[in-house]
């Protein structure tokens, strides 16, 4: 007799960094919601840098704490490190960086599960969904249990076949030697979803009391308190170092004298790595005129001696494996305690998802994280959250909700996605966001906390602070552009202690403060607030003011993308008749079934004259007809 394990508004398949987003969304909206696990022991598990955040990847990890998501409460509770990257750079690209305690993280995310309403968490591995007129009806396991549901959301990671290889050792395995999911993917293939097959490395973790930190470069987190979560009140003071090494000449020629011996090389490994975070053999073969490469000592917990030796993904022969690290400085005499691998796994074509991540060939379905091609547990999570969002406003008969581009990362990355596909492991860069200087760590809140809060993410009590913040910001910048700085010598006092030049005449606060050398503090002690201002106000003020002329010409330019994006297409537009497109771009267009002109313009393949083409139509009401006739 077949076992019914129950009915739910929504199941979440796998509890990595999607699937727990997905699932506690979901269930936070007031969804009942299941998550279906293969092993409850790696809830929220890091198979490879025990990290959260950097360049761009930090700011999504803000942005989902704005919203509502769990992150980054996650990563304040369980760090060891924390520091703020490109400090001496523009505000467009800095981003914080946390080291995580890859245990902790773990349990405090299964912990927050296990507590949360409308929510449960079980074991048990999806083989097929039920599927009734192109609508998913539930899921049937290994075990061949069936459980129901208005929506599905599959977070596989890189479990879909996954293969692990170690030189010229390959097995059927998950990340760390977890059990795979190998019928689901050839199921997604039966139902006609497009896959591809991708690759991602991880490098050995090493003993840290073999290690000699003498012959290293210490790496501290901030001595300033650093929080993603704008929730987070209490902080972790007690920091521990990440250590700075280098490759040298002898590392380089025991890896080019083993490349015959690398999976990499010799035909074994098919799937396609990740460009921006390459293996080291590949490192050594495309950039060989580098003397060396850095190579960071990663702490992966407070109660482990396992380090992480980020920047040595590999999967060299365990024997090569050991002969590179005895060639590091501070490495002479280490001990492996686990080796690098490669993994290769099944991903799914995200031209085939709608903006909302649902499947366009499946009602109901959705998918998120690696699944979808993209690398890092932070897009994961972006991704999970608002997939577990959409599913249960699928199943509450409301509307997704759909990040524009200059709204958030989170808008990039999935826009991206499902316009432009990817041939490799996707990574969020702050080059892919032509917004970025709207789209800072900084304000993630300003931008998304009204949508947090209306969908039931956001609590009453945090709005409330969020609306007083806005309020103290807006004052604060009315009043400097009212207050006038006479030229006093103890004005110019301020002013030479800055670098700037000397005042001439009176001036209003915000003209000082656009001055690059003039900061707020400076401004601060020629015109005091009225009352104490957070330091978080203070930093939104000189940011707005300062940027305030570039900022105002990309919101320019993002009023004029959203006309662009108010020129609705059909999802059943038929291209096929729409006369003077390019035989491309007809290809293109119908394959990703643009919601908007503007997404149309951002497919590969569609030339300008192909969007002159629609817009004609659409401004002489030609795409109605195109559609009635079709």
């Not at 649902?358 to 998918?367: H, N, Q, R």
């Not at 913040?469 to 800055?498: C, G, P, S």
């Not at 394959?591 to 659409?618: F, I, T």
Request: proline share 4%; charged share 25%.
């Amino acid at each position: 007799m077949t076992y019914h394990g129950g009915d739910f508004d929504v199941i979440v398949i796998g509890a990595g960094h999607a699937g727990v987003e997905a699932g506690l969304a979901s269930a936070r909206m007031g969804a009942n919601t299941l998550i279906l696990t293969l092993n409850l022991d790696a809830v929220a598990f890091m198979p490879c840098n025990p990290s959260v955040g950097g360049p761009a990847k930090g700011i999504v990890v803000r942005e989902i704490d704005a919203l509502g998501g769990e992150m980054a409460r996650n990563i304040d509770k369980t760090h060891i490190q924390m520091r703020m990257l490109n400090t001496g750079k523009g505000p467009a690209v800095r981003a914080l960086r946390a080291q995580a305690d890859k245990f902790l993280y773990q349990h405090e995310m299964k912990k927050t599960i296990e507590e949360t309403e409308n929510l449960l968490l079980r074991q048990g591995m999806v083989e097929r969904l039920i599927i009734e007129n192109n609508e998913v009806k539930g899921v049937i396991t290994q075990t061949g249990a069936t459980y129901n549901a208005k929506a599905v959301v599959i977070t596989t990671g890189t479990y879909l076949r996954g293969k692990v290889i170690i030189g010229d050792l390959a097995y059927e395995s998950g990340p760390n030697n977890q059990q795979p999911s190998v019928n689901l993917s050839y199921h997604l293939q039966e139902l006609g979803f497009e896959m591809v097959r991708f690759k991602t490395g991880t490098p050995p973790r090493v003993n840290s009391e073999s290690i000699d930190y003498s012959k290293t470069e210490i790496q501290p987190g901030d001595d300033v308190k650093r929080a993603f979560s704008y929730e987070t009140t209490k902080f972790i003071t007690d920091q521990l170092p990440c250590w700075l090494t280098y490759t040298n000449e002898d590392t380089h020629n025991i890896i080019n004298n083993n490349l015959h011996r690398s999976p990499m090389y010799s035909g074994m490994i098919e799937g396609t790595g990740p460009r921006y975070c390459p293996s080291i053999e590949d490192k050594i073969v495309r950039f060989n005129d580098k003397p060396r490469h850095q190579i960071f000592l990663e702490p992966e917990g407070r109660n482990t001696k396992e380090v992480y030796v980020q920047g040595l993904s590999t999967s060299l022969p365990e024997d090569v494996q050991g002969e590179i690290l005895k060639t590091i400085p501070g490495l002479e005499n280490v001990r492996m305690m686990r080796s690098g691998y490669a993994i290769e796994y099944d991903a799914i074509v995200p031209t085939q998802l709608w903006p909302s991540l649902e499947t366009k060939m499946i009602t109901g379905l959705f998918t998120a994280g690696q699944i979808n091609g993209t690398s890092g547990y932070e897009e994961a999570a972006g991704q999970g959250l608002m997939a577990g969002i959409n599913a249960a406003r699928k199943v509450q008969e409301k509307e997704s909700i759909i990040l524009d581009r200059s709204e958030a990362y989170i808008g990039v990355l999935i826009d991206d996605l499902v316009t432009k596909g990817t041939n490799e492991p996707y990574r969020l860069l702050t080059s892919r966001a032509e917004y970025r200087l709207l789209l800072r760590h900084d304000n993630a809140d300003l931008r998304l906390t009204d949508v947090g809060f209306n969908i039931g993410l956001i609590s009453k009590e945090r709005y409330e602070r969020f609306i007083n913040k806005k309020e103290e910001i807006k004052a604060e910048i009315e009043r400097l552009e009212n207050t006038i700085i006479k030229v006093t010598e103890d004005v110019q006092n301020v002013m030479e202690e800055a670098g700037a030049a000397l005042l001439k005449d009176a001036a209003h606060a915000s003209t000082l403060l656009k001055r690059p050398e003039i900061k707020y503090e400076h401004i601060e002690r020629l015109s005091k607030p009225n009352h104490n201002l957070d330091e978080d106000v203070k930093e939104q003020v000189e940011i707005q003011v300062k940027y305030d002329g570039y900022i105002s010409k990309q919101l320019e330019q993002v009023e004029r993308l959203k006309k662009m994006e108010n020129k609705k297409l059909p999802e059943d537009l038929d291209y096929s008749v729409i006369k003077g497109l390019a035989m491309e771009a007809r290809q293109k267009l119908a394959e990703v079934r643009p919601l908007s002109v503007a997404q149309a313009s951002r497919v590969s393949g569609v030339n300008p004259s192909d969007v002159s083409v629609l817009l004609v139509y659409l401004e002489q009401g030609k795409l109605k007809r195109v559609e009635s006739n079709a």
